[in-house]
């Protein structure tokens, strides 16, 4: 009786989940297709480089480089890429990757790129016609910096290293000795992006304190009269760069309190926004556009759904380049600004400088390719998908959608990276075919850690198990080389290393402790 209860619940569990599965499904494809039919009409002849419909307006890709940075090798491979699918730019958030020299020596990873590695993707980046803006971290994110030793005490906060006391001298000339090291590798730059976001402490030291209390003014003042420090500094040294900044920080602010500042004159903000459904309304521009006469956008192709996720939705990246294309109305919003930059496409490998890496460049391909085009046009279609996946040699449409898992992979595609694509995607199968084993009924009830410590099983049941437990280690076997050796192709040893470490082994080592156990349990006792 207990056999037929067991195969009861597992038949309508499975049922019920497929039934929710396919709703999910069903609602997130309604969801894309419907802005994909609602938000353009048809429009036959595209092509990948087809006429541009907003000329003279930036679509840089970000590289965040703190994390998995590739091979020159890989560079070389992509740009090309980038610029046919509508790239016009590089956002370069180099952190430690940079070849900082001399003083600063310290800052630089000993994975650094060489300063002929610098010149080389500069090159790169020129030869097809990609203009390089260099991103260093002046006052927030300062993991990279601040957690030397040496660097202790420019901190804000004694025990956190997010970011630099701005009352400190010695911590002020440290960004600048790191600007103008940036500058002498970017002679050429007509940008320069100072970062600024997310400074969670600010005016929380004695230091600051004291300063606020003797200039009787505010911790937002505080945070305006450092970044007009640091973008005075860049105007008097480079008067042919201008000074490029996240908006977060302005955000909260009201109009005569940041144009008393003066900042309107000497920093363009980069108004920075990931989700899907925006949260921004259009006051902010209104507020902006009153003091600063040019302006930026950042969106994201990858990055920002998850700090471990490994798999980018596609759906919800073009969802989040549909809101940008309403919020940025070209009719009402975009004229109150002299001068729409355009958008830096986003693509973040970590959160921060310690947090874990998240996808992966080569499996974001298909995504930034949809949301350059979609930037490019001012629009998504069917007919567009058509044309980008057949460029990315799929042999049917992209997948816009990441989940649920498992589902087939496409039979066929071709870009640089290509076996990172697919040997992601056979992960995240593999992952969910693990999960389903360890919430199966046999297992929880005649596999678990207390029989298997007391060697105490029934083989009738360990063999219900079984042929699904061999079916996924072998699985994750497979895709275990796979990823070691197409990782190998692109990354570093070390990165290799803290990819397979986090988002593989330990999955591969449960499933095959699981099959040894399971085997070792079957000998007759």
Not at 208 to 232: N, P
Not at 276 to 292: N, P, R
Not at 497 to 516: A, C, G, I, S
Request: charge should be neutral; proline fraction near 4%; charged fraction near 25%.
């Amino acid at each position: 009786m207990m056999q037929g209860l067991i195969r009861w619940k597992l038949k309508h569990l499975l049922v019920a989940v497929l039934i929710v599965t396919g709703v999910l499904f069903g609602l997130r494809t309604l969801r894309t297709d419907k802005h994909v039919e609602a938000v353009v009409q048809k429009r036959h002849g595209y092509s990948l480089n087809g006429t541009e419909q907003f000329a003279g307006e930036h679509r840089l890709v970000h590289l965040d480089l703190k994390g998995a940075a590739p091979k020159l090798s890989y560079f070389e491979k992509v740009f090309p890429l980038f610029r046919e699918l509508g790239a016009t730019g590089l956002l370069i958030e180099w952190e430690d990757t940079f070849p900082y020299w001399g003083e600063l020596s310290v800052l630089a990873s000993p994975l650094a790129y060489s300063k002929n590695d610098v010149k080389t993707i500069l090159e790169l980046a020129s030869k097809n016609s990609l203009e390089v803006i260099p991103l260093v971290q002046t006052f927030g994110h300062m993991e990279f910096v601040l957690k030397h030793k040496v660097f202790w005490d420019r901190r804000e906060v004694d025990q956190y290293p997010n970011a630099i006391c701005p009352s400190n001298t010695e911590a002020v000339v440290l960004v600048k000795q790191m600007i103008a090291q940036m500058m002498t590798l970017h002679q050429s730059a007509k940008f320069i992006h100072i970062g600024a976001d997310e400074v969670w402490h600010v005016g929380v030291c004695p230091r600051c304190k004291q300063r606020m209390h003797k200039a009787d003014s505010t911790k937002e003042q505080l945070f305006m009269d450092h970044v007009k420090a640091i973008a005075s500094f860049i105007k008097e040294q480079y008067p042919r760069t201008a000074v490029v900044m996240w908006d977060d920080m302005f955000r909260t602010m009201d109009v005569a309190t940041m144009k008393e500042s003066g900042l309107g004159k000497l920093v363009e903000p980069m108004v920075w926004h990931y989700r899907a459904q925006f949260s921004l309304d259009h006051d902010l521009l209104h507020k902006y556009a009153a003091v600063f006469p040019n302006i930026w956008a950042a969106s994201a192709f990858k990055g920002a759904t998850g700090p471990r996720e490994i798999i980018t939705d596609i759906g919800y990246h073009l969802d989040n380049h549909f809101s940008w294309l309403r919020y940025f109305d070209r009719k009402n919003t975009v004229p109150q600004f002299a001068k729409f930059r355009g958008y830096a496409v986003t693509g973040w490998q970590r959160y921060d400088h310690y947090g874990t890496l998240c996808e992966l460049l080569p499996q974001a391909i298909p995504s930034l390719a949809i949301c350059l085009q979609t930037l490019r046009e001012g629009d998504f279609n069917n007919d567009m998908l058509e044309v980008i996946s057949k460029r990315l040699g799929f042999d049917h449409n992209i997948d816009l959608h990441a989940y649920p898992r498992p589902k087939p992979l496409p039979t066929s595609f071709n870009f640089p990276g290509q076996d990172v694509y697919k040997g992601v995607l056979l992960l995240g199968n593999h992952q969910v075919e693990l999960q389903n084993i360890l919430n199966n009924d046999v297992y929880k009830g005649w596999f678990n850690d207390w029989h298997i410590k007391r060697n105490y099983s029934n083989a009738f049941r360990i063999n219900q198990l079984l042929d699904s437990i061999t079916r996924v280690y072998e699985s994750f076997e497979t895709v275990k080389t796979l990823m070691q050796r197409a990782l190998l192709e692109i990354y570093d040893g070390a990165t290799v290393e803290e990819w397979m470490e986090t988002h593989l082994l330990p999955d591969y080592r449960k499933v095959k402790q699981l099959h040894e156990t399971a085997q070792a349990q079957l000998v007759k006792k």
